[in-house]
């Protein structure tokens, strides 16, 4: 009967640890960056970017500047080891 008692407590504590232990995902917000800089120079630099208004700006039309971004990071985490022209190529859109 001990043998018993000390198996289901066992099975107890197991199983009620395996509700609390796991790791909690919090949902990460996608973020749009408008690109505020006037020279390809510029698109690397955090403060030439600023977080746009809730409906997505739009761009005129173009390719040698990078218009927007969309991430779900800090714009100076996404910057970070860029170059201008990767953060062209690699910008959600582009405007001239």
């Known amino acids: 009967m001990r043998k018993y008692l000390l198996g289901l407590t066992v099975l107890v504590a ?3 640890t395996a509700f609390t232990r796991g790791e909690t995902r919090t949902a990460r917000r996608l973020v749009t960056y408008q690109f505020i800089g006037s020279q ?6 955090p403060e030439f970017w ?3 208004p809730s409906q997505a700006p739009s761009c005129p039309s173009g390719v040698n500047l990078p218009c927007t971004v969309v991430t779900d990071m800090d714009i100076a985490e996404w910057l970070d080891g860029k170059s201008d022209e990767q953060v062209r190529s690699q910008a959600t859109t582009k405007r001239n």
């Open 14 to 16: 197991l199983g009620g």
């Open 40 to 45: 390809l120079a510029d698109a690397d630099e």
């Open 50 to 52: 600023q977080e746009a």
